[in-house]
């Protein structure tokens, strides 16, 4: 509500009665602040706060709002990402709530992909798969993109890739990114797989699974778990050793395992 502005012949009472409502006008806003912590119970009406008040964690992008400002107790409330508690230095995430399976055998010449969702901003210093069935002499890279807002699809340049891979050896294989850590800010990315293998087989996250039918959508068919059209993983046609340009690409979308689960390290 307009409080109204001081005219030139406003006469002294005049001009303080308009500035005393302008000041309860703001004494009577909600406080806000901006942290690199998170609010906690002390954070209450001895400190000016009351319900409403918003509190930003600028370290991790996540907002909290106060329903409840009593001295001692206030009760701040997550208003994002609330299913997700935090990143932990030096432990590995699949950045995806599904199930895995023994994957089936991936053919280079092609990156497939399979999406992530990052809750909150975090640094990652290495991407890891799980190989189940090795190629002796093969190798492999991985790599992270990020996805375009409007076709949610992989898109841009890469945001990190490791170096060569062996296939050679099965179990948990993880590399550095070349060039350093990628800090990732809160959204939809794209983890990608590509190589010269012809049978090398990867850990993925099942052929009938329902998580890129949840975050990308598509036909019937193709959302439709279990089915021979469901989808598991996109593709697309490239060269082993080199990631491009994604930038306005076309993808396959394929309905088999033949592709990795990838996860990554947070710094």
């Known amino acids: 509500m307009a409080i109204g502005t001081i005219g030139s012949k406003a006469t002294g009472a005049d001009a303080r009665a308009k500035i005393n409502a302008g000041l309860e006008a703001i004494d009577g806003l909600p406080k806000n602040a901006i942290s690199t912590t998170v609010p ?15 509190w930003l964690n600028s370290a991790t992008g996540i907002e909290y709002i106060c329903r409840d400002a009593t001295a001692g107790a206030a009760s701040w409330v997550r208003q994002d990402n609330a299913d997700f508690f935090g990143y932990t230095s030096g432990n590995y995430y699949q950045g ?7 994957g089936a055998a991936v053919v280079g010449g092609q990156i497939k992909f399979h999406p992530i969702v990052i809750k909150e901003r975090v640094t990652i210093s290495e991407l890891a798969v799980r190989v189940t ?3 002796s002499g093969k190798a492999f890279q991985l790599a992270i993109y990020a996805a375009d807002p409007v076709t949610k699809l992989p898109s841009g340049n890469v945001l990190g890739a490791t170096a060569n891979m062996s296939a050679g050896t099965t179990g948990a294989m993880s590399g550095a ?20 293998t012809t049978t090398a087989v990867f850990q993925a996250f099942g052929s009938n699974s329902t998580f890129i039918a949840a975050l990308l959508g598509g036909t019937a068919s193709q959302v439709a778990s279990g089915t021979a059209s469901s989808v598991s993983f996109l593709g697309n046609t490239q060269a082993f050793g080199v990631w491009p340009d994604l930038t306005g690409q076309n993808f396959s979308r394929g309905n088999n395992s033949g592709y990795a689960g990838i996860f990554f390290k947070v710094a």
């Open 96 to 102: 995806i709530n599904t199930i895995v399976s023994g």
């Open 133 to 135: 069935t090795s190629e």
């Open 40 to 54: 906690t119970m002390s954070d209450d009406e001895d400190d000016g706060f009351s319900v409403n008040s918003k």
């Open 177 to 196: 990114l070349v060039g350093g850590n990628v800090t990732l800010n809160p959204g939809l990315y794209w983890m990608g797989i590509n190589g010269d």
